[in-house]
């Protein structure tokens, strides 16, 4: 097998064809589908319509409820938590609030409690998995939606969401999105984001999948990064408390049943700690690396789905986790980087899906469920590629956009897209770049009101890891949203809930009781939830170790 | 693990491994397939991760790592998920750099000609030596960058900056002691709050907001039958199919 | 024409006003000062020790930069700047030893060959432009106003870099009578400023300031004509400073050459940055008739 510009010889032959066609294409309006349309195709080729890829919890406030396979494996296997090696009387921690999660939500709701709810630094503990910032949030390269032009407004914004969400959202936390989102973006800029503009200082704003009009603010296609540096500096010269590298891996309630903080497990040296709060906010994010369905995913490496776990364990319910978010464009080849996305802003800024004759199948902006669908259809029909290690996909025509914008759009506004490609000797302003749907986000979790509370009382809950803004379905740009809008509003609730709080013995029976009841339901399985890690060491390695220091 | 509909394997395990290469981490020396990133090569040597893995995506810097080739005489940097693995890479990963950050406020600074080089007054150690721009794995003029904050081109030092996900390797290396990641994320902070124009059209929106305006719509939205709002849903214009460009009513 | 310059930080900072009305006399002399490409600060202070190579990286690169935008001269602004990159330039033409260092450390450059000519702005206006040439332009002489030159250090020391005689030089006395004014010649002309005692010890370089200035009013000078942008802060911020030290005692105001070429080739006022020095130069400007 030759490798031509990257590429093994036989993908060239069908990029040629790309190449050939290009021309024709350009021209071509492949028709959004309808909503009939849409649904036939979701139906036959998405997995959220499959049978095998989900099933009945048999426990917990979810119930005979269907969730996806890899969420209720965790759900019906045992705590990682051993109670009886923590004692509850010793407090290491003492605060008003515990963040659990150093991204995006966790971050801006600290930096909301302390400078708006005026709730002093030292009475704020965020702890994180990895280092502060390492989160999805940092990752988001498309961009963040608000309704800031005259022909937009936040009414429409609410209807795209909504209908985005196939009408499963809450209403008002819909809402909630859609109004705040303006304020949120005038936050960024006081605190000195460098949103992409044009010359007279509008924002340079395109349309994602499933949004009618144009609203996607960016930052060139480093949108997540920008933002999520920008609020990650503000919090460490307010110098907010962050322990880093440091998991909650159960929630801790007290004798009234009140979430009362939790355990932190330093994962560099084995401790635990006992962190006591009044409130606790949880902004634990997805779960990508759970792959659901066996997809390969976007991912960070700590999105493991433990935010969900340890709430259920306290008893509050979830939602809408029979469907997650499989993006349409992760990337299929080289073999280095599946799974990895590809931003939508490539085909925002004009790129069109291709498959291996060269021809278009969909127009290139549906709802991403939709998309997806589409995609993995044309590859059933055998109109994909296969990659030389098995990997399906089709072509995105990414030199479409320099002939559209000019030569050197895909540089400046895909820096980071480019010096991907690149360094795998791709060029993608002159070749397609390869792409098949990947575990993206996940669309449901702990259920919220519009002030961010939980079904528990005492705890919190913004961001990736709730379930209802976005129904079961969440369209591009609302997630940086989703965790600037309820961030903010999980901290200054927080800050009014705790003046009133009183905290009162605390207590780790919930993890005890929930144990028993997998016992009594004769429920077993080899793994103990939250893993807080996924793990990739080599299969050989594994089967080797030992268990001795 | 359940059946599924994707032909294809989970990410981190290649559905054929075809021929190693023999790499060497802290020396010690394993075989790993060809064509891994030096990220997931580390793992299949029996490797797990707690530091030094963040994003596995080229965004958050934690994998910053330092290679040399055999005999080869220069030493090379890289993100340990953004680079495939070589015969003969001699690797470690740095997870973690010790580069203070200055405290300041934002609030009280102004984009002025030394707003930059009064917080980080060690930039004008700078002996313009490179050394910085050569171990940045993101490609990044970062002595330009410096240069650039020291002279107080503070929209320049923010552009060429951007890409900059601080992974801390330039700031290992500068013989000048400089934090270089710190003082770029001034200059942009500088540069979007103050430098970078107004957005008109978000401030009339914030206008409207305070006034009130939205609120019954989207209300009258949230109370309505589901047919209805469906309907309205599937008469929306799409601004990106041209729906708004003859005037069309917004 | 156009004529690469390289501006050193200064002229972008605290210096702008230099920059801004040497590009305006050049144009107007015929010549477009074109700003180099990537460039970088020049080192500041050159290193006299022999084994400090790498104080010079910061020179030479930016010699490199020149070749590479395929000139052999450039000019230079700032007396600081002038001095190092001459400096380094010499030593390099002395030393192909240590230009091989250097190349070979700058691995990623392409190598120094040695071509580039450094000029400072005004020995180009002496030996290209030609005084006699510039005396021809000039529109406003400006008749009746004493000016003291002031030379300071960089543009002198050591001799080897020097753009005229050490000892006595002339080139801004020549200048000055080009543009029809009068000299006020002294004995301080070659004095130092402070230099970057300006940092640590204020008030010494305010004594300076006030010594240089005093010879200056007490011989009828109207203001000091300088070229070196530290010797203007230093005259001009810590002579105002002095003032507030010494009872009743008041600095004399201190422009550019590059300004007082432009007031009497008859340039717009406005674009010369006249208003920030700290010691307005404006009443005495507008006293002698230089400007309304
Ligand atoms: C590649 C990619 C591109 C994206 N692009 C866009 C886009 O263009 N526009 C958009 O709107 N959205 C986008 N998204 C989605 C969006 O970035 C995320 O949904 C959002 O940032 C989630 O924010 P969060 O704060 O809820 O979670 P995160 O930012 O993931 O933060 C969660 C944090 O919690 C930590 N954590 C996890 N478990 C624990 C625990 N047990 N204890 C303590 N800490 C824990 C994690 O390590 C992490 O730091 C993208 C996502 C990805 C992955
Ligand atoms: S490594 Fe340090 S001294 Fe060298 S060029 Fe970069 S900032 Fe300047
Ligand atoms: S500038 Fe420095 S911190 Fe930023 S990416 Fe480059 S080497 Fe890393
Ligand atoms: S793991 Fe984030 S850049 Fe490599």
Redesign the interface.
Known sequence: MKIIDGYPDYMMESIKLVEQKREKNLKIDVPALTMEGREKVLKAYHPDFMDSTKREVKLGPNKGEMIYNGIVDLLESKSILDTKSVDLTKIHYDVDILIIGGGGAGTVAALFAHEVGGVPKDKILITTKLRHGDANSMMAQGGIQAADRPVDSPTIHYLDIYGGGHFTNKPELAKALAMDAPRIIKWHLDLGVMYDRMENGEFQELSGGGTSRNRMHSAKDYSGMELMRNIRDRARNLEIPVLEFCPIIELLLDDQGIVSGGIAFNMETDEYYVIRSKVTILATGGSGRLHLSNYPTTNHYGATGDGLVMAYHAGANLKDLDTIQIHPTGDAYPEAVVGILSTEKIRGLGAIPLNKDGDPFVFPLEPRDVESAAFIQECKKGKGLVTPTGMPGVWLDSPMIDIIHGKGTIETKLAGEYRKFKRFDIDMTKHPIFVYPTYHYQNGGVEINEKTETALPGLLAAGEVTGGVHGKNRLMGNSLLDYNVFGRRAGLHAAEYIKTRNVGKLSLKHIDDYNKKLDELNIKSDIKAPILLPEYRGKEVLARALDIL | ????????????????VTATVEIFIMGKRYDVPI???IM?AI?????????S????????G?CATVYRKGQEQKLHFALAC???VEEGMYLVQIPFVPAN?A?????DLAPE??TILTIYPEI?R?????TC??SCP??I?V??YI?NS????IAKA?ELS??C??CGLCAMRC?ADIKHYHVS?LA???????I???????N???KE?EEGK??D???E??SMD?DI??N???K??????GD?DEGAD? | MDMLYYPGCTLKTSAKNLEASAIAIAEKLGYKLVEMDDWNCCGVVASLTSDDLMHHLASLRNLIRVEEQGQDKVLVLCDMCYNTLKQTDIRMKASQSDLDTLNSFMDEESDYKNTVKIMHFLEFLRDEVGFATLKKKVKKPLKGLRVMPYYGCMLLRPREVAIDDAEDPRILSDLIKALGAKVVDNPYKIECCGSYRTIDQKELTSRRAKSISSYASTHDADLIMLSCPLCQYNLDVRGKEAESMYDGYSQLPTLYFTQLIALALGLDVESLGLDSHAVDPAPILRKRGVID
């Open positions: 693990m359940t059946e599924t509909d994707v032909e294809c394997a989970k990410q981190d395990e290649p559905s054929q064509g891994f990133t997931k793992e299949f040597a029996g490797y797990q991760y707690i530091r893995c963040g994003c596995r995506a080229g965004f958050c934690a953004q680079c495939l950050k405290l300041y406020d934002i609030n000609d030394n004008a700078c002996v313009s030596c490179n721009t050569k993101q490609d003029k002595m330009m240069q020291l002279r107080g081109n923010a951007f890409d996900i601080q013989p994320q942009r902070r500088l540069r979007g709050k103050y970078d124009p107004e957005s008109k059209e978000l009339a929106r914030l907001l939205y609120m719509e989207v209300d939205m949230m589901r709002i469906l309205l849903y599937k929306r214009k799409i601004e990106a199919q708004l917004a």
